[in-house]
């Protein structure tokens, strides 16, 4: 399997099950509705886990531009491969938007809270302030890449890695999530804010294009700070 089909498939999971858990408890009629805020951290560590697990040993399982990015600037991934894995990372995000959107098909209608049909595909702040906003997405993402790059140095059993990231996502989502819900994904958010604004979506409102530029920049600020942070602290 290529790597471009791997980071297609494995983003397309992650966003199927992440944004899946997050549509499951906010839209009006599922059976998982108003489960909370620990669901959905937890559906979104195992959205992450679970296509680690699976193109871990194919492509790294990037799943995220601002991972890639991140590893590229410090030297650990080629930035001939970069574009590859990007463009993967967008396509598979668009496509596990849309498969979202016709899992939950009959309940898009009965939501009537905007917010709730738009949170289903991207993120938006709790408070809205920009600079506050994107300083959470910084850091949220460069505790990502500092993570996951201190867990895949370690010596470990096949596999074992990717549950312990799985972990990280899970403690970022619990810990650090509140206030912007934790895209730390550029991929994760832009992607289905266009499947959204173009999806027919009976009343889904706005997409937010105002701060949509603030969960795709800061994750790749974030991501590159917090590799080249791993990077001066263990030199490697």
Known sequence: MSHFLAELIGTLLLILLGNGVVANVVLNKSKGQNSGWIVIATG???????????????????????VTLGFAAIGKFSWNEVPTYIAAQFIGAFIGAVLVWLMYLPHWEETEDKGAV??????????????????????????LTFGILGIVSQQMAEGLGA???????????????????????????????????????????????????????????????GAVLFKCVFGA
């Open 44 to 66: 979104w560590a195992l959205a992450v886990m679970i296509p680690a697990f699976i193109f871990g040993s194919v492509s790294g399982a990037h799943l995220n531009p601002a």
């Open 118 to 143: 738009l949170g289903s595909f991207s993120t938006g702040p709790a408070i809205r302030n920009n600079i506050s906003n994107f300083i959470s997405e910084f850091i949220g993402t460069a505790v």
């Open 163 to 225: 549950l312990v990231v799985g972990g990280l996502i899970w403690s970022i989502g619990i810990s650090l999530g509140g206030p912007t819900g934790y895209a730390i994904n550029p991929a994760r958010d832009l992607a289905p804010r266009i499947a959204h604004a173009i999806l027919p979506i009976k009343g889904k409102g706005s997409s937010d294009w105002g701060y949509a530029w603030i969960p795709v920049i800061a994750p790749i600020v974030g991501g590159i700070a």
